[in-house]
Every structure is written in structure tokens, then in C-alpha cells.
């Protein structure tokens, strides 16, 4: 999708173990972002970039990290998995801050 | 692919028939509106944008209408299409270096 690739495309795990989610742009877009899609609420984001090593949390960051290193990759980490983390996970990138968003295909994420 | 659906409102429409898709933003000082399209196990795709200082803007087969008055914001598509089903989010933006705020989408189906 327009250059952002996540991987991986689905996966499950076990409750307590630690998952990392990645998300590679090749736009060099300066802002990522991490969302994560239930039913009933929509789009809720977790955490963002806004440059190299500058991320900030979203409204529902509890039970996850990220990190970027460098531009193109953005990495959403869940320290310890729990079923409430059972998600649909959306990376989404943008130009500048408040522009429209490319979003990535998605990560379907199963914690059994 | 993900039930994104589950929970939504739904609009039903005869394929051929005009669709008009409403949504009401929160921040009466958002500057930037988005339309989103999301097929079943895919990622968000944008449709059509528009800033505050329009009115309502065109694309192919797709017209957004901004009401700023009572804050509402309107996708119109004309001649409806099977290929037109889908969720449909609209996103409000306030001010540079900001995040979009997304509502939580509507089902439109189509009828044959």
C-alpha cells in the first residue's frame, strides 16, 4: 500500500509472551503511527513518531512500547500479551503531522 | 476478514442509487476532514479531503460537503456500485503536527 509494508500479516501467541509488530515505509515520511481497530470502537491509536527516536503515546498506549531507529521502521512491541490485545493493528504514515494518512494492510493479532 | 462492521451503523442502498454518508465532528476548530474507505481485511484507504475554508469539494463519483455551522461533514457518492461496500470513516484534523481523529465508521451496503 503505497510503499508501507507491516509485518507480519497475522499471527498468534500466547498470553504472556512478548510480540513485536513492525511496520517498514519507504516514503520517508517523517510521522508513523500505530492503531490499533476493534469492533465497536474504531480506530484508537496507540502510539506515534514524529522523527527518529521522538515517539509519544496515543490514548490507549498501556502494554505497549515502540521504537524507531530510522526512518523507514516503526516498532510496536507488547511486552506481555494478554487476550484484551487480541487486535486488529493498523501502521499509518504521513508526510506531515495532521495530513491524511496512508495506512498499512494490517496485522491480525491473536492472544490465546 | 475482520468484522470492522460489527456494531456500525448501516446504510443500505440500491446499486445505481445516490449514497449519502453523514458524519458529526467534535472540535468546532478542525481544519482538515478526511473520508476513509476500509474494504473487508484491508487497511484504510483514503477517498477525498477538504480544509475548513471549503465548502465541498469533488472527485470521481464522490462529493464532500462541509457544514461547519452545526459541525457535520457529508460523503455523497453517485451511482452507487457494489465495489462501494464497505466501512466509511470520517477524520478530523486541528492545526499542524497534530493527529486525525477518527469517528467510528458506517457500513454501507449495497444492494443489487
Known amino acids: 500500500d503505497a510503499g508501507i509494508t507491516q509485518s507480519p500479516r497475522h499471527k498468534v501467541t500466547e498470553t504472556g509472551t512478548p510480540v513485536t509488530l513492525r511496520c517498514h515505509q519507504t516514503?520517508?515520511?517523517?510521522?508513523m503511527y500505530w492503531y490499533r481497530q476493534d469492533p465497536g470502537h474504531g480506530l484508537r491509536l496507540i502510539h506515534y513518531?514524529?522523527?527518529?527516536?521522538?515517539?509519544d503515546k496515543g490514548e490507549v498506549s498501556d502494554g505497549y512500547s515502540v521504537s524507531r531507529s530510522k526512518t523507514e521502521d516503526f516498532l510496536l512491541t507488547l511486552e506481555s500479551a494478554t487476550s484484551s490485545q487480541t487486535s486488529v493493528y493498523f501502521c499509518?504514515?504521513?508526510?506531515?503531522?495532521?495530513?491524511?494518512?496512508?495506512f498499512g494492510s494490517g496485522t491480525r493479532l491473536t492472544v490465546v | 476478514g475482520e468484522s470492522v462492521g460489527l456494531h456500525l451503523p448501516t446504510l443500505s442502498v440500491q446499486e445505481g442509487d445516490n449514497s449519502i454518508i453523514n458524519c458529526a465532528y467534535s472540535?468546532?476548530?478542525?481544519?482538515?476532514f478526511i473520508w476513509y474507505k476500509q474494504e473487508s481485511g484491508k487497511g484504510p484507504q483514503f477517498i477525498i479531503d477538504?480544509?475548513?475554508?471549503?465548502d465541498k469539494r469533488q472527485g470521481q463519483r464522490v462529493t464532500v460537503l462541509l457544514n461547519k455551522t452545526v459541525k457535520h461533514l457529508s460523503l455523497q457518492i453517485a451511482a452507487t456500485q457494489p465495489g462501494d461496500s464497505a466501512v466509511y470513516f470520517c477524520?478530523?484534523?486541528?492545526?499542524?503536527?497534530?493527529?486525525?481523529?477518527f469517528g467510528k465508521g458506517i457500513t454501507l451496503s449495497v444492494r443489487p
Open positions: 499509518a504514515i504521513s508526510e506531515a503531522g495532521g495530513n491524511g494518512y496512508t
Open positions: 516514503e520517508n515520511h517523517r510521522y
Open positions: 513518531s514524529y522523527g527518529v527516536k521522538d515517539t
Open positions: 472540535n468546532s476548530a478542525s481544519d482538515y
Open positions: 477538504i480544509r475548513s475554508n471549503m
Open positions: 477524520a478530523e484534523n486541528y492545526g499542524a503536527n497534530s493527529k486525525l481523529t
